[in-house]
């Protein structure tokens, strides 16, 4: 089982910041590392697929980074909606596995 | 507009099965690989298990021995049992909508399952 590793596992930000989050996995997946984004009793929402695909209606400020092993979710000009955890998931191989979220506060 | 709506029994005691269903309304079911996702109150995502139309199925290996998935074409749907139940398994369940090797782009709204004595 491939193992995702975020960091950190909170963060706090101020309007207009620019923050990262990454993933580690604990063996290569190419570029099968998506990132989600999840609001508090809400379902996950898809941001960003394979790596760098950002998913159609997403705010250009999120943008997704990496290959292999490392992989990095940044938000460039933070926003007070974009208070949430925020997940990576791999698709690479069976069982898939997720992250254990970060918790971004504004 | 592809909307999963999901529904089955929200309160289980221990040793009895959980049993929940997900229709699929909108877009094509053929092609995907339909999810069950959970997560425990607080917690992280952990994923159940797929089904294909075809009834192909693929396991978490943690849950394997306990979980069953079927898929009704007919109705564009597809369901999840999981038996002998615990605490342990108290956690909000999501379907989802895969692909090999895809991420899950349409969620359903959740079903919170307690698992209470």
Redesign the interface.
């Known amino acids: 089982?491939i193992v995702l590793t975020q960091s950190p596992d909170f963060q706090s930000g101020t309007p207009k910041e620019k923050v990262t989050i990454a993933c580690r996995a604990s063996q290569t997946i190419g570029t099968?590392l998506?990132w989600?984004q999840q609001k508090p009793n809400q379902?996950?929402?898809?941001l960003i697929?394979s790596a760098s695909h950002v998913?159609s209606g997403v705010p250009s400020r999120f943008s997704g980074s990496g290959s292999g092993t490392d992989f990095t979710l940044t938000i460039n000009g933070l926003e007070a909606e974009d208070a949430a955890t925020y997940?990576c998931?791999q698709?690479?191989s069976?069982?898939?596995?997720?992250?254990?979220?970060t918790k971004l506060e504004i | 507009q592809v909307q999963l709506q999901q529904w089955g029994a929200g309160l289980l005691k221990p040793s009895e099965t959980l049993s929940l269903t997900c229709g699929v309304h909108g877009g094509s079911f053929s092609g995907y690989y339909w999810n069950w996702i959970r997560q425990p109150p607080g917690k992280g995502l952990e994923w159940v298990g797929e089904i294909n139309q075809s009834g192909g199925t693929n396991y978490n290996p943690s849950l394997k021995s306990r979980v069953t998935m079927s898929v009704d074409t007919s109705r564009n749907q597809f369901s999840m049992n999981l038996s002998s139940v615990t605490a342990a398994d108290t956690a909000v369940y999501y379907c989802v909508r895969g692909c090999r090797g895809c991420p899950g782009d349409y969620w359903g709204q959740g079903t919170l399952v307690t698992v209470s004595s």
């Open positions: 089982e099968g998506h989600y379902s996950p929402k898809l697929r998913i997940y998931h698709s690479s069976l069982p898939v596995t997720f992250g254990q979220g």
